[in-house]
């Protein structure tokens, strides 16, 4: 009997860390879902929204920072438990992160919709941040599911997000290039675009460390993880544009 209570309580304590990583999760969707939202429509109320509600997520990894050291402490677990609590805490790292990008974007709202820009820019980012939300939800079920059977192409995806954000560069230096009244706005949207890529690498962050949990087994490592836009250049990017 003591030993059924002991194995039991210790379930609960690791369905504690899942729980809080799944609260998390839906949380930081919803920061960046809507700070893009924000920065779209020129909502400076949500964006201040936004930035007050990435406190949850700060909270949140400390607390399953400090329950994971109390598990181990008390525990001792080995192999698929250490796995799952060294898991949890990573990967409240990564979500962690993933808020403060949400919230770098709001921050932006303002400055950006001063100057209204073209809704074809808008509409980039949109897009960026649609490809960037999917691959966060993606992997996040398959950490509740523990299922890795798409986790390979969910990490591949993350070359979509790079590909579309260097695009996404070129064409917002572009702007600037044409007008330098607006390069003060069109260098805001270049940071919400870069913090929008960035979640995308979080996000396959959160793929490696559900494939390490479930198999005990890391990832191959040869996955390229950097955009292109460290290539372009305003030279090339004239030449490229046919007006």
């Known amino acids: 009997m ?3 209570h002991i194995v039991s309580a210790f379930d609960e304590e690791l369905k504690y860390l899942a729980n809080r990583i799944a609260a998390m999760g839906g949380h930081a969707e919803r920061m960046v879902d809507q700070a893009v939202f924000a920065l779209v429509n020129s909502d400076h ?3 201040r929204q936004v930035v007050a509600n990435d406190e949850f997520l700060d909270i949140g990894q400390r607390e399953i920072d400090e329950k994971a050291i109390v598990i ?3 525990r001792q677990p080995m192999a698929d438990d250490l796995r799952e609590i060294i898991g ?3 990967i409240s790292g990564d979500l962690e992160r993933v808020g403060d990008l949400g919230k770098n974007i709001a921050k932006r ?3 950006v919709t001063e100057a209204r820009q073209p809704v074809r820019l808008f509409r980039g980012i949109e897009s960026l941040a649609e490809l960037a939300l999917t691959q966060l939800k993606d ?8 299922s890795i059977d798409r986790i390979g192409f969910v990490r591949d995806r993350d070359d979509q997000i790079d590909a579309m954000y260097t695009s996404l560069f070129r064409e917002l230096l572009t702007y600037m290039m044409e007008d330098p009244r607006n390069i003060t706005a069109c260098t805001h949207l270049l940071f919400c675009a870069k913090n929008i890529e960035r979640i995308g690498d979080h996000a396959t962050n959160i793929a490696e460390t559900v494939y390490y949990i479930v ?3 890391q990832m191959p490592a040869e996955r390229p993880k950097e955009d292109k836009s460290h290539k372009v250049t305003a030279q090339a990017t004239a030449a490229a544009d046919p007006s």
């Open 215 to 217: 198999t005990g087994a």
């Open 109 to 111: 709202v303002v400055a």
């Open 139 to 146: 992997v996040l079920d398959t950490y509740a599911s523990r």
């Open 72 to 74: 181990i402490a008390r």
């Open 2 to 4: 003591p030993t059924h």
């Open 45 to 47: 109320g949500l964006a």
């Open 88 to 90: 949890a805490i990573r």
